[in-house]
């Protein structure tokens, strides 16, 4: 009778299996891709012994190489891609095309009527004229006041006063 010895357990492709799939792990995070590169091929180095060590399983060492080449390989595309996804563009907000304005111009007090603004004694004229196109006739007086306000140095009255003080607020 002639018995064959046993198997004796895989540890150094289980070992080599472990830092292959630590090393892939690390790999695709780029802030620590050397890290997991060096991991990776620790792992492949322990991976290869074990494959050539007789009478033990071949299989996880066989695993932890291929995981180690593949690892690599899917690290380094997380890499690039992540590197390319930063870069500034050509027109990045961020980034002043200009140089900035030397030119202090102070703000002046004295509103001026542009353009494209009405001044004050248009807006006036303008909500008396629509008042009046809506039917409302009765209300004269204060439209009239309040547009002399405006026009006048003095304070002006609060229209708000003046309507709880007139007969459409009693209503």
């Known amino acids: 009778m002639t018995s064959s010895p046993a198997a004796g357990a895989p540890v150094l492709g289980f070992i080599g299996l472990g830092l292959a799939v630590l090393g892939t792990v690390l790999a695709c995070i780029p802030a620590v891709f050397g890290v997991g590169v060096a991991v990776l091929l620790i792992g492949f180095v322990v991976s290869l012994v074990?494959?050539?060590r007789r009478g033990t399983a071949k299989w996880p060492?066989?695993?932890g190489m291929v995981l180690a080449v593949v690892g690599g390989a899917i690290g380094t595309i997380v890499l690039v891609v992540s590197l390319l996804a930063n870069l500034p563009s050509p027109t990045d907000p961020a980034i002043p095309?200009?140089?900035?304005s030397t030119?202090?111009?102070q703000p002046?007090?004295?509103p001026?009527?542009?353009a494209g603004r009405p001044s004050p004694e248009e807006i006036a004229d303008g909500f008396a004229a629509g008042v009046r196109a809506g039917g409302v006739t009765e209300y004269?007086?204060?439209l009239?006041?309040?547009?002399?306000s405006v026009n006048s140095s003095t304070t002006p009255t609060c229209p708000t006063k003046r309507f709880g003080s007139s007969p459409l607020a009693r209503s």
């Open 97 to 100: 095309t200009d140089a900035p």
């Open 144 to 148: 009239t006041s309040t547009h002399a």
């Open 61 to 63: 060492s066989i695993v």
């Open 112 to 114: 001026t009527a542009s």
């Open 50 to 52: 074990g494959l050539f």
């Open 108 to 110: 002046t007090d004295t």
């Open 140 to 142: 004269d007086d204060m």
């Open 103 to 105: 030119s202090t111009q």
